[in-house]
């Protein structure tokens, strides 16, 4: 996976992977951002896994990680860099679209519906000022 970015590191890449998951990044040219990384992430042997593609020929001698698991790594990067380029996602913002918001995190949440709140606080406003 090819991520684009100004402030992510390969240290931030690698602790933004949780046991008993890895992440293999290398750094790469980007001509979108400061820096650009090739990524691959490796799970362990549970029921169900499958290789993950070797990216040249066939299957690779290490399990994938699962769509999930990838979203929340990626969710954990775009909290460091909102403006990150993460595979086919362009910013926090176009991954939550794309995702139909499936990696928000509690606090994320919280402040959607704060955010919410306000809305409906300011639109029941002008409802009942434009009633009287």
């Known amino acids: 996976m090819k991520i684009h970015t100004d402030v992510l590191t390969i240290?931030?890449?690698?602790?933004?992977?949780?046991?008993?998951?890895?992440?293999?990044?290398?750094?790469?040219?980007?001509?979108?951002?400061?820096?650009?990384?090739?990524?691959?992430?490796?799970?362990?042997?549970?029921?169900?896994?499958?290789?993950?593609?070797s990216g040249q020929?066939?299957?690779?001698?290490?399990?994938?990680?699962?769509?999930h698991e990838h979203g929340?790594?990626?969710?954990t990067l775009f909290e460091l860099d909102p403006r990150a380029i993460i595979g086919q996602y362009d910013g926090v913002e176009d991954f939550h679209v794309q995702t139909a918001q499936q990696?928000?995190?509690?606090?994320?949440i919280e402040i959607l519906r704060d955010q919410?709140?306000?809305?409906?606080?300011?639109?029941n406003d002008t409802l009942e000022a434009s009633a009287a």
């Open 11 to 53: 240290d931030d890449l690698h602790r933004a992977c949780y046991a008993p998951f890895w992440c293999e990044p290398v750094a790469v040219g980007s001509r979108k951002r400061d820096h650009g990384f090739e990524v691959r992430l490796g799970a362990p042997n549970l029921p169900g896994r499958r290789f993950r593609n």
């Open 57 to 67: 020929h066939g299957r690779d001698n290490v399990y994938a990680a699962t769509y």
């Open 72 to 75: 929340w790594w990626m969710m």
């Open 103 to 108: 990696f928000v995190r509690e606090a994320q």
């Open 116 to 123: 919410l709140r306000r809305s409906l606080s300011a639109l």
